[in-house]
Nanobody, 125 residues
Framework: QDQFVEYGGGLVQPGGSLRLSCEAS????????AGWFRQAPGKEREGVAC??????????VLSDSAKGRFTVSKDKHSNTLHLEMTNLKPEDTGIYSC????????????????WGQGTQVTVSS
């Protein structure tokens, strides 16, 4: 069965950094579009950073708040999606999940079909 396992979240102070990882099993991640999504308490899940499959144009799509601070990447050999997060802010707090789908246009959750359970990121002093 296809699945994701996310890890790397935790409690950090504003201005700190985290590296999230999402290990995929049961399918080859490199063949899919993939991304990271955040769900804050009381809010809908929203796209943070997405990346196209390797057989397309290798695009990344970042939310406005993520630009300049977050970097999404994937490792073919380990079948893992990563999110490097720097200069974290309290509004970055939420459950971060990874997803996979056929293609990325605007990094919206509706574009993705396969999901992990998420890892908690809390940014607080």
């Amino acid at each position: 069965q296809d699945q994701f396992v996310e890890y790397g979240g935790g409690l950090v102070q504003p201005g700190g950094s985290l590296r999230l990882s999402c290990e995929a099993s049961g399918f080859i991640l490199d063949y899919y579009a993939a991304g990271w999504f955040r769900q804050a308490p009381g809010k809908e899940r929203e796209g943070v950073a997405c990346i196209s499959s390797s057989d397309t144009d290798d695009r990344t799509v970042l939310s406005d708040s993520a630009k300049g601070r977050f970097t999404v990447s994937k490792d073919k050999h380990s079948n893992t999606l990563h999110l490097e997060m720097t200069n974290l802010k309290p509004e970055d707090t939420g459950i971060y999940s990874c997803g996979a789908g056929a293609a990325v246009t605007d990094c919206s959750p509706a574009e993705f079909s396969y999901w992990g359970q998420g890892t908690q990121v809390t940014v607080s002093s």
